[in-house]
Nanobody, 121 residues
Framework: QVQLVESGGGLVQPGRSLRLSCAASGSIFSIPAMGWYRQAPGKPRELVGTITSGGITNYGDSVKGRFTISRDNAKNTMYLQMNSLKPEDTAVYSC???????????????WGQGTQVTVSS
């Protein structure tokens, strides 16, 4: 019923920027919150940041000051602007969303498939 699709990943050089998108589609009444997570090989999944429908954000310590999350509620899309990228930012970046499919039901968490970001010279 609900699908999240990330896009914008790729290979970038250290110090450069990249912008990821996460588009939600399907049966959606509202999306109270969305988030970005990342996972490097052999490492646990790590919080990148979250954003509420009202635009309130929080970030993981490792990306604070370099990454910015925003969202376009009309498009059900969240963005991750990544600046000053470092090799240690290399990971699969996944988005999730807390979605209400109707006004009367509890929210459900959905995950996207992930997009690879590789930061290398």
């Amino acid at each position: 019923q609900v699908q999240l699709v990330e896009s914008g990943g790729g290979l970038v050089q250290p110090g450069r920027s990249l912008r990821l998108s996460c588009a939600a589609s399907g049966s959606i009444f509202s999306i109270p919150a969305m988030g970005w997570y990342r996972q490097a090989p052999g490492k646990p999944r790590e919080l990148v940041g979250t954003i509420t429908s009202g635009g309130i954000t929080n970030y993981g310590d490792s990306v604070k000051g370099r990454f910015t999350i925003s969202r376009d509620n009309a498009k059900n899309t969240m963005y991750l602007q990544m600046n000053s990228l470092k090799p240690e930012d290399t990971a699969v970046y996944s988005c999730n969303a807390v979605v209400k499919v109707s006004s009367a039901t509890p929210s459900t968490l959905y995950w996207g498939q992930g997009t690879q970001v590789t930061v290398s010279s």
